[in-house]
């Protein structure tokens, strides 16, 4: 069965310092990977989302950049934090295009 | 374009009652695909089903069951004797054949469930 990791699950960081989230899938390859960011207030918004190793499509124009250096492997970073960068920050993955996708346990980031 | 409202933004019921939320669509393809997540407060969410657009049967699974209508652009999830344990927020998403990139996620609906 398929299994997806994020970690940390909750970081507090101070405003500009850098930031490193990191997504692993186990149980598929070739995945669809994709990051977003869930302020307060529910709303889900795509920040990254990759169909392959290096291919990268960004959603939004921030701060925020992603990397996909092995096939199972997402990673969404910073080089300065900004106060807005706060929220709960998923990875999600699939197996096929516009189909479901499934979810890791998020993280909490606060930027203080 | 494509868009997922969610007009209920709050629901509040008593254990056992059933409880209907909504969801509307818009897209102009003619081959999509809906969804329906679950947001418990831990925060993950759980993929709970997924509906072909040429699929119009009703889906019932336990005490879930969805109603797909493509003339209402609805597709719209009941859930009967509500329990505790469904309290959370409940998202509708729609995407398109051929997607490499994204579901489009309504706003979301808040359920909680009173003993």
């Known amino acids: 069965s398929q299994t997806i990791h994020q970690w940390p699950a909750t970081l507090v960081q101070p405003v500009g310092s850098p930031l490193s989230l990191e997504c692993t899938v186990e149980g598929t390859s070739n995945p669809n990977l994709y990051w977003y960011r869930q302020a307060a207030g529910r709303g889900l918004q795509l920040l990254f989302y990759s169909v392959g190793i290096g291919q990268i499509s960004s959603e939004v124009p921030q701060n925020l950049s992603a990397s996909r250096p092995q096939d199972r492997q997402f990673i969404l970073s910073s080089k300065k934090l900004l106060l807005s960068d706060s929220g709960f920050y998923l990875c999600?993955?699939?197996?096929?295009?516009?189909?479901?996708?499934?979810f890791g346990p998020g993280t909490r980031l606060t930027v203080l | 374009a494509q868009k997922v409202t969610q007009a209920q933004t709050e629901i509040s019921v008593v254990e056992k009652e059933d409880v209907t939320l909504d969801c509307v669509y818009e897209?102009?393809?003619?081959?999509?695909?809906l969804f329906w997540y679950k947001q418990p407060p831990s925060g993950e969410l759980v993929f709970l089903i997924r509906r072909n657009s040429f699929d119009e049967q009703n889906e019932i699974s336990g005490r879930y069951s969805w109603n797909f209508q493509k003339s209402t652009s609805s597709f719209n999830f009941t859930i009967t004797a509500s329990q505790v344990v469904d309290s959370a927020v409940y998202f509708c998403a729609l995407s398109f054949s051929g997607s490499a990139r994204q579901l489009t996620f309504g706003s979301g609906t808040q359920l909680t469930v009173l003993p």
């Open positions: 897209t102009r393809d003619t081959t999509y695909y």
């Open positions: 999600a993955w699939s197996v096929y295009r516009g189909r479901e996708q499934f």
